[in-house]
């Protein structure tokens, strides 16, 4: 079974930098897309970016074109979420998900394996 884990959040003044990585200890995901997704207090679970198995492809949410970066580390068996000029409405708990195919797909459903998630706050 695959078991992602997320690492990288924190607590960071607007305008700053973070990069998260979501690692599979079991290196079970390299054939798999990889997809961020974050849940703010009060709202919805809602799609961040997603990358496909090689790489080569990448998808981004309107509110994160421009600012985030997604990649992977194939040899490393890692994916990153380099996230710049954060803004306080990007604070939320940021979710890493294995996707059931090898396509960088932005809906939920798409995804079977997810993390515990880690938090990033953003403070004015």
């Known amino acids: 079974q695959v078991r992602v884990s997320e690492s990288g959040g924190g607590v960071v003044q607007a305008g700053g930098s973070l990069r998260l990585s979501c690692a599979d200890s079991r290196r079970t995901f390299s054939n798999n897309g990889v997809g961020w997704f974050r849940q703010a207090p009060g709202k919805e679970r809602e799609f961040v970016a997603a990358i496909n198995w090689r790489g080569g492809s990448t998808a981004y949410a309107d509110s994160a074109k421009g600012r985030f970066t997604i990649s992977r580390e194939i040899a490393k068996n890692t994916v990153y979420l380099q996230m710049n000029s954060l803004k306080p409405e990007d604070t939320a708990v940021y979710y890493c998900?294995?996707?059931?195919?090898?396509?960088?797909?932005?809906?939920?459903?798409?995804?079977?394996?997810w993390g515990q998630g880690t938090q990033v706050t953003v403070s004015s």
């Open positions: 998900a294995v996707a059931r195919s090898s396509v960088a797909s932005t809906s939920q459903s798409s995804y079977q394996y």
